[in-house]
Each structure stands twice: as C-alpha cells, then as structure tokens.
C-alpha cells in the first residue's frame, strides 16, 4: 500500500487517546512499534513495521509492507 507520510501522520492524530496501546494489544505487537509504523524512531524499544519513505510532495511517499495496523487504525477512527 502507497500512501503519503502527512496522510499517514494525520490518521495517528486523529487517533482518539488510548488507540496506539488498543492496536498495539490487538496485533500482538509493542505500543512502540505501532508508533514506528507512524513515523516514530525508537527502534530500541520498538521493531520496524515494514514501513518504506522516500521523499517528496505531501511529505513524502510511504509505503507499507503490511497495511493490517493502518486498517485497524481506520477502523478506529470510524468507530469514534
């Protein structure tokens, strides 16, 4: 899945409190993994999520080896 980085970025922010540590718990991962897959760097505590950037408009391209956290965060935002 291709998506731009500020879109990505958006979607985390539109998040409501608590969302990272629900998808974190539902997807068997770390809350500091699924804020990876948002753009964060803390790979000390964190995997990487599969998430590709390369530069340009919009904030960049991101492209997304496994969308299964982007599509619970939507769902997230749906339900909210």
């Known amino acids: 899945m291709t998506i731009t980085f500020n879109e990505l970025r958006r979607i985390?922010?539109?998040?409501p409190s608590?969302?990272?540590?629900?998808?974190?718990?539902?997807?068997?991962?770390s809350d500091e993994s699924v804020r990876n897959y948002f753009g964060g760097?803390?790979?000390?505590?964190?995997?990487?999520?599969?998430?590709h950037l390369e530069q340009g408009p919009g904030g960049g391209i991101v492209?997304?080896?496994?969308d299964s956290i982007f599509l619970f965060a939507k769902?997230?935002?749906g339900e909210s």
Request: glycine share 8%.
């Open 41 to 51: 760097h803390d790979f000390d505590k964190g995997k990487s999520m599969g998430v």
């Open 63 to 66: 492209e997304l080896d496994d």
């Open 12 to 15: 985390k922010d539109t998040l």
């Open 18 to 29: 608590g969302s990272i540590h629900k998808i974190a718990d539902a997807l068997n991962v």
């Open 75 to 77: 769902r997230i935002i």
